[in-house]
């Protein structure tokens, strides 16, 4: 078996027909799956900021007293993962 010498010099151990048995699949086809978690969660952190922000608003259009606005923090967050 030939030896394939990676970037820094390191020998990858080749497989059958030459090609290196380390996935060809590397840090490249995970970005785009990296910027979809992030942004899925930057939703969820501004999507809670906004219910916080709105909560004194809440309360008085609503007339909730502050144990309802529990209740709605609760039932709002409670759908969602995480």
Known sequence: MKAAVADRGDPIEAG???????TSAGPRSQRP???ILCAASLMI???GT???????????SLQFSSTSLTWVVNAHSAPRPG
Not at 16 to 22: D, I, Q, V
Not at 50 to 60: E, G, H, K, N, Y
Request: cysteine-free; overall charge neutral.
């Open 16 to 22: 059958a027909g030459g090609n290196p048995t380390a």
């Open 33 to 35: 799956a990296l910027a």
């Open 45 to 47: 952190i501004l999507d």
């Open 50 to 60: 906004i219910v916080t922000v709105a909560l004194p608003s809440i309360q008085r």
